[in-house]
């Protein structure tokens, strides 16, 4: 097996010594969106699946490019303006090396109408550096700091996880606030047009819309290596990343240390083909594996076997290790309609018992709505059933920071979400629209939406229904306007309003507020929960 694998590698990496300067692009859904539009189109056969993005960067500069914003200033005139407006504030550009250095930061302010007028405020300040050695060599790292008063759901979700949603631990700032800082550090290594290493401490995301899954960045940075082989027609991935439950586990480093949190092991497989331009079909495959411990205190050498779905096979998905399959599909009907889906299966037994768990996503993207460039339209229908990605060891749970690793609504949940966007030479709106039901655990019954529990906690054994427990409805309105000053680093201006109605027999729970700020946003954050 050893041998194979080996024979396997040492194939891909002398195969094509073709060179090309790649670059890692941040993933954030609307940023994004000229990407996706331009790999959307019939006529391009381009793998659109797998995020963060990896282009060379004559491509992604002819796709920026093609957006048309428009600078308040004269850039031609002066090197402020250019600044200002178009490049990087640092850049260096030699011929074997590049360095790029920007602001990151988000300074915002808000009013909670539904909580006495609650002051709400960001205050992220960072710093995002990037650059690449020769044409195979590139790297990236942020660094944030961060300060925030945030809405009351939220701070409910920091005291039920003990973290920010998607953002890390969090220590208390002043009365009701949290401080947390986030970092990353990333690096692509690319010595073929088809092969590549890509390694460090980040967030990946599987799918065509907004959320995923499969595996989603909805969770907070985890270390990973990634290995990627592409032709033509297919692609296949691997990747292996160290994730983490933030509660104490049994392990000590000497008599004086506190226990560390528990830490796990994940692989995650994707195989990939692209037989027509118009269609696209991924198989994934993702697994936690068991925990080293005292009773368990040896390292599973299956782990690094990189064969596609080679421990799945042999195990199931219902082995000691917690195991996921999926389905990936888009179809392009023309080049601005596309329909899209996933199928998860966390196990395969029969319907109405405990692990029958499974989760559907059907989708449409339509861009440049009847010829008008940039404007945009998603929607898209999730449903997961109860207990999915959980299994007998919360240990193994499909978690990461005590964060759901695909929906942050966790399970046993229907989902609606619709977006609308456009974007007129920097000038732009969004309005996305979340409407669903979750069955959520009631007082002394766990009823499978609550995934950082194990699956054996649950009420039912057998005869479980879709959104079983207390059915509570959550609709949410979030509407942004601004103008992008520079799409280098998507540093922009707005003004936004946010309504979040949370009901069901028992209670309701309101947040409303408007809010307004200067960011530069070049990653997620899902706070629609």
């Known amino acids: 097996m050893i041998k194979k694998a080996f024979l396997f590698l040492s194939l891909i990496l002398v195969t094509n010594l073709v060179f090309a300067q790649s670059t890692m692009v941040p993933y954030e859904f609307f940023f994004a969106q000229n990407i996706e539009r331009e790999l959307a189109k019939k006529n391009r056969k381009e793998f659109a699946s797998t995020k963060p993005f990896t282009f060379s960067h004559e491509k992604l ?51 909670d109408k539904k909580e006495n007028k609650q002051r709400l405020l960001q205050n992220t300040r960072g710093l995002w550096v990037k650059g690449s050695i020769g044409k195979k060599f590139y790297f990236e790292s942020q660094f944030l700091e961060n300060q925030v008063t945030a809405p009351l759901y939220v701070r ?9 949603p998607g ?24 010595p073929s047009k088809n092969f590549s290493i890509m390694a460090g401490t980040g967030k990946h995301f599987y799918g065509f819309g907004y959320r995923s899954l499969l595996l989603s960045d909805n969770s907070f940075n985890y270390p990973y290596a990634k290995a990627s082989y592409s032709r033509n027609w297919f692609r296949y991935e691997v990747m292996w990343a160290s994730l983490m439950n933030i509660y104490q586990g049994d392990i000590t480093f000497n008599i004086y240390s506190e226990p560390t949190f528990r830490k796990k092991t994940a692989a995650f497989q994707y195989l990939v083909f692209m ?28 782990i690094l076997n990189p064969i596609p779905f080679y421990n799945v096979a042999e195990q199931g998905l219902s082995s000691v290790n917690n195991a996921i399959a999926g389905l990936n599909v ?13 199928y998860m299966m966390d196990n395969n037994t029969a319907n109405g018992n405990l692990f029958m768990k499974n989760g559907i996503q059907i989708g449409t993207r339509y861009f440049d709505i009847a010829g008008i460039r940039n404007l945009n339209f998603l929607l898209e229908y999730n449903s997961v059933s109860p207990y999915s990605y959980t299994t007998k060891s919360n240990q193994q749970n499909y978690i ?37 039901q979750i069955g959520v655990d009631s007082t002394g019954g766990v009823f499978g939406q609550n995934i950082l529990l194990s699956d054996i906690s649950g009420r039912n054994r057998t005869n479980n229904t879709f959104l079983q427990g207390t059915k509570t409805r959550l609709e949410i309105i979030d509407v942004k306007a601004g103008y992008i000053i520079n799409p280098a680093y998507n540093f922009q201006i707005y003004a936004g309003f946010f309504n ?19 960011r530069t946003n070049i990653y997620n954050n899902y706070l629609d929960i």
């Open 167 to 190: 953002l890390g631990r969090t220590k208390v700032f002043k009365e009701i606030g949290a401080d947390f800082a986030i970092s990353s550090a990333n690096f692509l290594f690319a």
């Open 275 to 302: 037989p027509f331009n118009f269609l696209e079909l991924g198989l994934f495959n993702g697994i936690i594996y068991r925990p080293i411990s005292k009773a368990h205190p040896y390292f599973n050498f299956n």
């Open 61 to 111: 500069k002819s796709i920026n490019d093609s957006i048309g914003f428009f600078c308040l200033f004269d850039t031609t005139a002066h090197l402020f303006e250019q600044k200002l407006c178009r490049q990087d504030v640092i850049k260096i550009n030699k011929e074997d090396f590049t360095l790029s250095i920007n602001p990151l930061f988000n300074f915002s302010l808000g009013s």
């Open 400 to 436: 990461h920071y005590n964060q759901s690793l695909t929906h942050p609504w966790g399970a046993n949940f229907k989902e609606i979400v619709a977006i609308f966007s456009y974007n007129y030479k920097g000038v732009f709106i969004t309005a996305k629209v979340n409407t669903g």
């Open 330 to 342: 888009r179809l392009k009907l023309t080049s601005s309609i596309s329909i899209y889906g996933q």
């Open 500 to 518: 979040r109605r949370w009901i069901n027999n028992k209670q309701e729970k309101y947040s409303s507020f408007f809010s307004i700020g200067l």
């Open 156 to 164: 409910e979700f920091i005291k039920a996880h003990k973290v920010y």
